[in-house]
């Protein structure tokens, strides 16, 4: 299979990785929208003009899309989707529905296939909460994210004036989590479930407080959660906040029986020590499956849970049954 990488960034680095350690599977060429000549990747796949990927349509059988999702996936992916077959992360939940639309009807027109929104979640965990809802109908779902660096967050908090540098943590409320874990179903808010930790390197002579405030107040990103900011110096930051972890847990209590006597739980958790590693990982699965899928004759968008499970894994459908049943 012939993949090739658009948007060379972390997530671009964690998918070239996994391609790269794939049996069944070229990389192909690595397009930024940078100057070329300026970038180094870490193997010796050529690295293309972001204008120039319409002259590799016959060459290139999925390209896997490393962009963001606030500005660059909802234009990258339906664009790229007439000419190419392709995968992309879009994660901005509320939005799913449009970005499917849009990459439905560019996909379909040229004759490819897009998956959207794949990777742990949206992705894996959203396969988690759909096997366990399956399951148990009569229940509750909660999803708890970290604890682990969340990269909107802290590039939220480095847009703010005096900041030099930050990284924010999402940390699940201990007591919440027991509570989800309980069988009892709890209501709980946004702010019973998660607090946020950040870590800001201030310019010199910056307000502090200042800065604080603003954080704290941020409407959409830390208002809703009780937020602690604390100041570091540069050097502790980059000694002890360098890395990309993150994970998460979802779990969905519910009752069965003929009169709902039995309380059972289900749990789906991650434990990374690198978030778009990772998630490049889960990307490459895709990839693999949506080559499969295209050359069954499918078009137009899908998401993960349309993707039978075998087909994104590189064993044939015997090693399957003999090794994962």
Known sequence: MRIAIAGYGNLGRGVEAAVTNAPDMELVGIFTRRD?????????????AWNDMASYADKIDVVVICGGSATDLPTQTPELAKLFCVVDSFDTHA???????????????AGNLGVISCGWDPGLFSLARLYASAA?????DYTFWGRGVSQGHS?????IPGVADARQYTVPVPEAV??????????????????????????????LAAIEKAIVTMPNYFA???TTVTFI???????????????????RSGRTGLDSEF?????????????????????????RAAFRMHEEGKVGAYTMFDIPPALLSPLSAEELRAHLM
Do not use: M, W
Not at 136 to 140: K, S, T
Not at 155 to 159: E, L
């Open 263 to 287: 309380c059972n739980t289900v749990e789906f958790s991650l434990n990374l020590d690198s978030n778009p590693y990772f998630t490049g990982s889960v990307l490459t699965s895709v990839a």
């Open 155 to 159: 590039d939220a908090i480095r847009r």
């Open 224 to 226: 809703d959660y009780d």
């Open 36 to 48: 070329p000549s300026t970038v180094s990747v870490a193997t010796d796949t050529p690295v293309l």
């Open 233 to 251: 110096s540069q050097e502790e930051l980059d000694a002890n906040h360098k890395g990309l972890p993150h994970g998460g847990t979802v779990i």
């Open 178 to 207: 027991k509570a989800a874990r309980s069988g009892d179903n709890p209501e709980l808010t946004t702010r019973q479930k998660h607090t946020r930790e950040c870590f800001v390197v201030a310019e010199e002579g910056a307000d």
């Open 136 to 140: 148990l109908p009569q229940g509750a």
């Open 95 to 109: 939005n799913i529905p449009d970005h499917f639309a849009n990459v439905d009807a560019a996909a379909r027109a």
